[in-house]
């Protein structure tokens, strides 16, 4: 079992910088994958970024590449999302999650893999 905690979501105005930590606890191991998602009122979850615990190149969706960035600290077992020039558009929940076993990069933004799930926290942006 694998436990996660969002935190840093806030009100900011257009423009802002925000960064988001995930705190895991519990199982986890090096080839883990932990992603970053979000979902906005009456749309559905959005895959924005994931890594793999033991290394190698993130994966950004293209709506998001360039101004968040994903990063993690292995010794604290915390992953955050730096985000930066946030738009009204960025307003959602924003998830953490772990996937056990995603071998193909290409399969890190399939939201059905990803078996655990933290409580999000909410991103508010506006003027």
């Known amino acids: 079992q694998v436990q996660l905690v969002e935190s840093g979501g806030e009100l900011v105005q257009p423009g802002d910088s925000l960064r988001l930590s995930c705190a895991a606890s519990?199982?986890?191991?090096?080839?883990?994958?932990m992603g970053w998602f979000r979902q906005a009122p009456g749309k559905e979850r959005e895959f924005l970024t994931a890594i793999r615990l033991n290394g190698g190149a993130p994966a950004y969706a293209d709506s998001v590449e360039g101004r968040f960035t994903i990063s993690r600290d292995n010794r604290k077992n915390t992953m955050y999302l730096q985000m930066n020039n946030l738009k009204p558009e960025d307003t959602a929940v924003y998830y953490c999650?772990?996937?056990?076993?995603?071998?193909?990069?290409?399969?890190?933004?399939?939201?059905?893999?990803?078996?655990?799930w933290g409580q999000g926290t909410q991103v508010t942006v506006s003027s």
């Open positions: 999650a772990v996937a056990r076993w995603l071998p193909q990069t290409s399969d890190f933004g399939t939201v059905r893999l990803y078996e655990y």
């Open positions: 519990g199982r986890t191991a090096s080839t883990y994958v």
